[in-house]
């Protein structure tokens, strides 16, 4: 039967965020908006004021006198473990004991009857150190010996040393690429509710809600059972919530546990952004071998890392930087090694990309140092070592990569952007000479996705159906503003041909669904999207052999239309047509289940297929910098990016817009710096620099690639769209390269560090004066 009537929110149509309204109106609930029961305490953390010390005497006398002060909180109060490691490498203790290893490291917390009294009194602790040497960049943690924060690994395929025979030119070099604050709007915080027994309800603001659980019965030494972590919405994420919360939501229900009444802690911008990690900052020492017409033949590249104090995520992180060091590019004979050090700053962490987008801007600094050599277009030198699709497939981890569309993609940019036009005019602009020089590039993106943590990539979800039509949708994802609740809310939608607004997407909660997964990785629609459909299906299938039997039709004659179901001849109403399953006692709920198929990784051996698919894009940008203060603008940009059939087009079209600018901040402004202390000094918007509206591109032109569809059998077809776009803005870092390079006739490679901030243009602009 032809249907005449669409849903509204139907998959695959533009759809409002499902909280937009609230968000703009200040209506959007979050954890520091529930409504504190009557006694609620607040917590607050004494940290570090050193970066490396032995803790010689901790008097907390004064602090645990101050008016308000119900109580402090140390290592020796801890009642299971003193440890919040996310990968049971147990190197992270909650309080610190014996040894400060970073400055902002928590030594103890205080417990008050308000937050301003808490805050006040950590400042009252009398603390004696026995200061010790300190170590905060990577390489020169090498240079000091000190270890591996974890394993590191090799990637290896081909032999390198036949390769570097083999070219006729060959360029070793270093960069430098700094780490990123997640700057989100909403800051860390749990709210702690004790209940009868061992059991507590903590609202947190995280992204994985049943790692925060394991963590705080790992610290009340209970079972995991007694622990309920709720999740209704983040104001942003980014990676910084997917450990770094554990400790906040760990001392909250010790707190709440210990004096029997509700707790929340909430750290202010300055130490929320000195005690909690970031993106890592990378050295990479790379060594690229090439012939005559830039085709690469060889690269031996080492990563190294500054990860901070302890693993953390640091090995997944350094491991997937070197998955991502091919970018879109076939090296025939490659080493790829991580060297993930400990230094004596904050664990450094997950983040948007996870490693990924330091391993592509290494790529694009070689393809640049090629076509500088070689006096090409480096665009020419990018096509002729894309990835080919039968042959130049494999990676240097041995997946083949099967859904190349990046050729297609790049001349489509390519053309519709008039990128050759543009480039000769902006060689003609620098030609004259000139304070203003002009930069235009085009770099592609090749992100591989899943979470190579194998047992990561599995999802739940819990759809229920109640007897008036209308229905609930929970599942393990976490909401941080990305639009993951609409997203599958309209995948529910359609499997049941019904209106969006007929479905209630409610909180994650670790009561509903166990044993979830961070939502990272750019996995969040595609696990629990799947998930969702999963319980749908199941319901379905209960419907329509019901109806079967009730109707005595065949199954062939049932069939969901918008808003209502055709049985035979009759048609009913959504509505009635469950009510009358009701009646008959068919179960409307299930939980779904889904794993991701294919994907295997023997880490030993550097094999496998750890990504299911890879996502594609590519972005032209075009910039003016002035040459006598290194300030630039950025003065058009063009995007044609892949996801897939899109679920969402006007949220994924977002997505990639969100994702662009705040890559385009860890390229240019957005610079981390500690003195010689070891103490973060750009703790505050005020001394650390994101973009602003200001900073946007001028003319900012985002496509989405809508001949494109997922070839595995994700969610609708659709491909992630978290973190691929976070890559495209590398283009507005390689044109500020070919603005400066213009200065010395476009003779050498001006190698910038990231982030290319003014101060960092100028000083690039008087080297290739020099």
């Known amino acids: 039967m032809k249907q005449t009537v669409a849903i509204r929110g139907a998959a695959h149509t533009d759809h409002i965020h499902d909280s937009a309204f609230k968000h703009v109106m200040g209506a959007a609930e979050y954890c520091d908006d529930i409504a504190e029961p009557v006694g609620t305490l607040h917590a607050y953390f004494g940290t570090a004021k050193v970066a490396h010390a032995k803790i010689v005497s901790m008097d907390l006398s004064a602090v645990r006198a101050a008016p308000g002060v119900v109580g402090v909180l140390t290592a020796e109060d801890v009642p299971g473990v003193n440890d919040v490691s996310p990968t049971g490498r147990h190197d992270e203790p909650l309080f610190a004991t014996e040894k400060v290893e970073f400055w902002g490291q928590v030594l103890f917390a205080v417990v008050a009857e308000s ?31 000190y270890p591996h924060v974890t394993d590191p690994m090799t990637l290896q395929r081909g032999d390198v040393a036949v390769g570097q025979a083999s070219a006729a030119h060959r360029i070793q070099g270093q960069m430098r690429i700094g780490g990123q604050d997640h700057m989100y709007l909403e800051g860390h915080i749990a709210f702690a509710m004790p209940g009868e027994d061992d059991d507590v309800i903590v609202h947190s603001s995280t992204q994985h809600p049943s790692e925060a659980q394991h963590m705080v019965a790992h610290v009340l030494g209970v079972p995991s059972n007694a622990v309920v972590v709720n999740v209704r919405r983040m104001g942003g994420g980014f990676g910084g919530k997917e450990s770094q919360m554990n400790q906040f939501a760990a001392v909250a229900a010790m707190a709440a546990k210990r004096w029997n009444r509700a707790v929340k802690i909430r750290p202010d911008r300055d130490q929320d952004m000195e005690s909690t990690g970031k ?17 690469i033949a060889a690269v031996d590249n080492v990563f190294a890392a500054r990860c901070g104090w302890t693993s953390d995520l640091s090995g997944p992180v350094t491991d997937r930087a070197l998955f991502h060091a091919d970018n879109a590019y076939f090296y025939p004979h490659v080493k790829l090694q991580s060297r993930p050090m400990k230094t004596n700053t904050v664990s450094n962490t997950a983040f948007r990309g996870f490693g990924g987008p330091q391993g592509v801007v290494a790529a694009e600094r070689m393809i640049e140092e090629i076509a500088y050599s070689l006096g090409k277009d480096p665009l020419e030198v990018r096509k002729a070592n894309f990835y080919g699709t039968t042959d130049r497939n494999v990676t240097p981890y041995h997946q083949t990569v099967e859904d190349n569309v990046m050729p297609r993609l790049v001349e489509e940019l390519e053309q519709n952007s008039d990128y050759r036009a543009r480039r000769q005019a902006v060689l003609d602009h620098n030609a004259k000479g000139g304070i203003i020089r002009k930069g235009i590039s085009l770099t592609p993106v090749k992100f591989g996705i899943s979470f190579t943590a194998t047992w990561y990539n599995q999802a739940g979800a819990l759809v229920h159906i109640y007897n008036d039509g209308s229905i609930m949708l929970n599942h393990g994802g976490t909401e941080m503003g990305q639009g993951l609740n609409i997203k599958i809310a309209q995948v529910v939608a359609e499997a049941f041909q019904v209106d969006v607004d007929r479905i209630k997407i409610t909180k994650t909660t670790t009561e509903k669904v166990p044993n979830t997964s961070a939502t990272a990785a750019s996995s969040g629609t595609d696990l629990n999207g799947m998930a969702a459909l ?93 040459i006598l203060t290194g300030e630039y603008t950025v003065d058009r940009v063009d995007v044609l990016h892949d996801v897939g059939k899109s679920l969402n087009p006007v949220l994924d079209k977002g997505q990639v817009e969100g994702a662009f600018v705040q890559g385009m901040g860890w390229l240019t402004t957005e610079e981390l710096w500690w003195d010689q202390k070891g103490q973060l000094k750009t703790h505050a918007p005020s001394t650390y620099k994101i973009p602003l509206a200001g900073d946007i591109p001028r003319e900012f032109n985002v496509n989405l690639a809508d001949w494109s569809e997922n070839r595995e059998l994700t969610i609708k077809r659709s491909k992630a769209v978290g973190e691929p776009p976070f890559m495209l803005p590398i283009c507005v870092f390689e044109a500020l390269g070919m603005a400066v390079a213009s200065v010395a006739d476009y003779a050498e490679c001006p190698r910038l560090d990231a982030p290319a901030t003014p101060e960092r243009v100028l000083m690039a602009v008087e080297r290739m004066r020099g």
């Open 534 to 626: 999963n319980a749908c299906e199941q319901i379905k299938e209960r419907l329509i052999r019901w109806a079967c039997d009730h109707f005595e039709v065949e199954a062939l004659l049932i069939h969901f239309a918008p808003n209502e179901v055709h049985v035979g001849d009759e048609v009913f109403p959504f509505g009635e047509f469950i009510k009358q399953a009701y009646m008959s006692r068919v179960q409307l709920w299930a939980a779904g289940f889904y794993k991701t198929p294919k994907i295997h990784w023997d880490r030993e051996k550097g094999q496998g297929r750890p990504f299911y698919y890879y996502a594609y894009g590519a972005a032209v940008a075009e910039v003016s910098v002035d």
């Open 279 to 295: 993106r890592h900052d990378f050295v990479v020492d790379y060594d690229v071998a090439f012939d005559g017409e830039g085709r």
């Open 115 to 145: 937050r301003d009294i808490a805050r006040r009194a950590v400042e009252l602790a009398e603390i004696d150190y026995a200061p010790l040497d300190h170590v905060i960049e990577a390489d020169e943690a090498i240079a000091r010996g």
